[in-house]
């Protein structure tokens, strides 16, 4: 009965182990596909953005090599900031030409001009900020793209951009979820074959009802060698021989 009961609690925390293991791929999956296949360069499912965090310059709030997940916002809502929101824009941070996405906390109030919102932002690395001299970033509300809702994952940055290379999704998805299709198959051929089996007869049965037919057919064979009794028996004996008349032949003497 333990040995029973080992095997049916085994059998369920492989089943939860492997079910966890199918859920994560599938966000993996999900995460990577939107990284990929964003018009606009922004990963995002619907409106919730998908960031990696790509420097320190906001440590203790986030850390490099995060995800952070924001809120992409209406051009209504691009002007409705306010201050201590930590927004997502783009920025030439290396001086290439080429903007990059950044994410920055208002630290004071916004200054509003005619239809448009300034927003004075800056990281939350104070000794960074310090070394680097004022780093404040000006920023347009036109240049908001979204604003963090305060869910990260911490170092999970460094396992998406592994995945979006051909090497990581082979190794970290793709040939896992084979080797669990393949697991998943031999169980389910074990079990059928289990299932099957049950029921046929077994090879002490099977020789138990064999003789049990043979002692069968022997005795009907023995009532058919059976002879009948009656006149049959009587007529087998020699019939008995009439008595000579003594009396007649004592009489011609």
Known sequence: MEKKTLKKVLSIIGNVIIWLFVIFSLIITVC???????????????????????SDSMSDTFEEGD?????????????????????????????????????HRIFKEPVKEGNTVTYFTRGDNEKKRLAAGDTTEIVDSSEVICKYTHVRLAGAGKVLKFLQTKT??????????????????????KKYLEIKGAGKVSAED???????????????????????SGEAEASDEPAAEPENNASKDGGEE
């Open 32 to 54: 990577t596909i939107a990284a990929q296949s964003s018009e606009d360069g922004i990963p995002a499912i619907g409106n919730t953005t998908i960031l990696i965090v790509e």
């Open 67 to 103: 995800v952070i997940l924001g809120k992409k916002l209406s051009s209504e809502e691009q002007k409705s900031l306010k201050k201590d929101d930590i927004i997502t824009f783009k920025s030439d941070l290396d001086g290439d030409g080429k903007d990059e996405l950044n994410s």
């Open 168 to 189: 990581g999704f082979l190794v970290c998805i793709v040939l896992p979820l084979v080797a669990l299709f393949i697991y998943e198959g031999f169980r389910f051929v």
């Open 206 to 228: 099977e020789e138990r009802i064999r003789k049990e037919a043979v002692e069968e057919y022997l005795r009907s064979k023995e009532g058919e060698n059976v002879e009948p």
